[in-house]
């Protein structure tokens, strides 16, 4: 069984800075890609931001030079660090891993409150 769990949400002032955390355990198989997903109110939910195994990233535009994704292998954990946050930036953010052979695995969510 693999369990993905996320930390360091919560409220930030516009302007202000969070990281996220997310460490994988369990039978997980060689991970692959690893990313940050997040859905608002009423909204779907989208990617954030990626990072596969050889360190290549994409994020989506309206957080590009904000956010900075990275990973520790070692420790099976994804973090993304978050900068000059904007209210538009309030969502639950998802932690996603997909290990070698294709399987995807999702945490709980987290929330992510931005105050103007």
């Known amino acids: 069984q693999v369990q993905l769990v996320e930390s360091g949400g919560g409220l930030a002032q516009a302007g202000g800075s969070l990281r996220l955390s997310c460490a994988a355990s369990?039978?997980?198989?060689?991970?692959?890609?690893m990313a940050w997903h997040r859905q608002a109110p009423g909204k779907q939910r989208e990617l954030v931001a990626r990072?596969?195994?050889?360190?290549?990233?994409n994020y989506l535009d309206s957080v590009k030079g904000r956010f900075t994704i990275s990973r520790d292998n070692a420790k099976n954990t994804v973090y993304l660090q978050m900068s000059s946050l904007k209210p538009e930036d309030t969502a639950v953010y998802y932690c996603a891993v997909q290990d070698g052979i294709g399987r995807n695995y999702w945490g709980q969510g987290i929330q992510v409150t931005v105050s103007s």
């Open positions: 990072i596969v195994s050889d360190g290549s990233t």
């Open positions: 369990g039978s997980i198989f060689r991970i692959n890609t």
